[in-house]
Structures are given as structure tokens and as C-alpha cells.
T-cell receptor, first 113, second 114 residues
Framework: LAKTTQPISMDSYEGQEVNITCSHN???????ITWYQQFPSQGPRFIIQ???TKVTNEVASLFIPADRKSSTLSLPRVSLSDTAVYYC??????????????FGKGTKLSVIP | DTEVTQTPKHLVMGMTNKKSLKCEQH?????MYWYKQKAKKPPELMFV???????INESVPSRFSPECPNSSLLNLHLHALQPEDSALYLC?????????????FGEGSWLTVV
């Protein structure tokens, strides 16, 4: 199964840009990289997804280098409400050829006033 | 509308009880999932239904029994659970199960086994 590696935790002050990098050395050729945000006691919320180069939406940007072995989630000007766990996911195929997404350990982002 | 609705939000059950968790989506998605999440841990995949057929069972004990009555509904039947089964149970759905499909999660059902 594909595996992702992220920092366990990060601290940032309000108003700063935060970059969280995820390593996924064994990503499959046709797979995408997806990031989720999770607040305590809530379900994960989709943030952004990309295949290569750069993707931007209203809340974040995702940078993916040409070799696709890593990706960086960029959160502009974070606020206290961005304190959460951020998960980077890539898919994998089981022995039976079944595609699934598996969560890694995630990065706990703490935004400091 | 990207909403997955789970009921109940909280459930307390004894080890001899039989209860069910319910999940509903009206996005026309044909893949539905159950995940289990313990405190301070990432979600772990339990079951996947694709076109109302069970396609993944991640070696989950038989005291958890999934059911997909139709393409919009997903149930998780619980029987003879143990205290260590207390966790947040997350339902999710996606258009289908190919790379690039976004998975949408519900808010979860908190289960406490006493």
C-alpha cells in the first residue's frame, strides 16, 4: 500500500503562511494527492486535490513537483480557526486490484495568537 | 450539495445490545465507506461498498455488520461489542472508486460501549 509521511506537528502564528509537506515516494502513476482537514470530534473535510504542478482554490494551494514523490499544502495567512489536523492521502491498490484511500498519521497544526 | 448525513450523533450501548448506525447521501454517489477513528489516531478503513456490493472488508470482526439497502443508504449493525470498540465511526461516499474521485465524509457517530 502507498504510504505518506508528514510532520507530526507544526506551530504557526496568526497571519503567517503555513506549508505542510507530505512525502509519498511510491505514488502510483494514475493516482492523485488529496488533503483533508479535521477538527476535533468532526469528520474530515476535503481541502484540495491535485495530480501535478500547482492547484489553487479559495482556501489553499497544492504544489506537486515533477517527480510527484512529495507535495506541499500551502495555507495563506492562517487564523486560529485553522488549528486542526491535516491529512495527506494517496490511493493504493490492494492485492485484488481494489482502489482505496488510506490515511497517514496527519499533521497537527496549532495556530498561535 | 456535498452532504453525508449520519445518525445518531452519539450512541451509548451495552455489550449485549444490538444497535445500528445509519448513513445517507443524495449526491448520486455509488461508493460508500465506513471508517473507524480512535482518539488522536487517523481514520481506519473498515468497509467499502461499490454499487451496493461489499468490495472491501478490512478484516473487521463479525460483531460489525455492514448493510447497503440502496445506493443512498449505508448501515452499520452493531452486536456484542466490546469497550475497545468505543470510537468515532465515520461514513463517507464518492462518485465511484477510481483515482481522482473526492471522498466526502459525514460528521461521524460517537459510539461508547459500556
Amino acid at each position: 500500500l502507498a504510504k505518506t509521511t508528514q510532520p507530526i506537528s507544526m506551530d504557526s502564528y496568526e497571519g503567517q503562511e503555513v506549508n505542510i509537506t507530505c512525502s509519498h515516494n511510491n505514488i502510483a502513476t494514475n493516482d492523485y494527492i488529496t488533503w483533508y482537514q479535521q477538527f476535533p470530534s468532526q469528520g474530515p473535510r476535503f481541502i484540495i486535490q491535485g495530480y501535478k504542478t500547482k492547484v489553487t482554490n479559495e482556501v489553499a494551494s497544492l504544489f506537486i513537483p515533477a517527480d510527484r514523490k512529495s507535495s506541499t499544502l500551502s495555507l495563506p495567512r492562517v487564523s486560529l480557526s485553522d488549528t486542526a489536523v491535516y491529512y495527506c492521502l494517496v490511493g493504493s491498490y490492494s492485492g485484488a486490484g481494489s482502489y482505496q484511500l488510506t490515511f497517514g498519521k496527519g499533521t497537527k497544526l496549532s495556530v498561535i495568537p | 450539495d456535498t452532504e453525508v448525513t449520519q445518525t445518531p450523533k452519539h450512541l451509548v450501548m451495552g455489550m449485549t445490545n444490538k444497535k445500528s448506525l445509519k448513513c445517507e447521501q443524495h449526491m448520486g454517489h455509488r461508493a460508500m465507506y465506513w471508517y473507524k477513528q480512535k482518539a488522536k489516531k487517523p481514520p481506519e478503513l473498515m468497509f467499502v461498498y461499490s454499487y451496493e456490493k461489499l468490495s472491501i472488508n478490512e478484516s473487521v470482526p463479525s460483531r460489525f455488520s455492514p448493510e447497503c439497502p440502496n445506493s443512498s443508504l449505508l448501515n452499520l449493525h452493531l452486536h456484542a461489542l466490546q469497550p475497545e470498540d468505543s470510537a468515532l465511526y465515520l461514513c463517507a461516499s464518492s462518485q465511484n472508486r477510481v483515482p481522482g474521485n473526492t471522498i466526502y465524509f459525514g460528521e461521524g457517530s460517537w459510539l461508547t460501549v459500556v
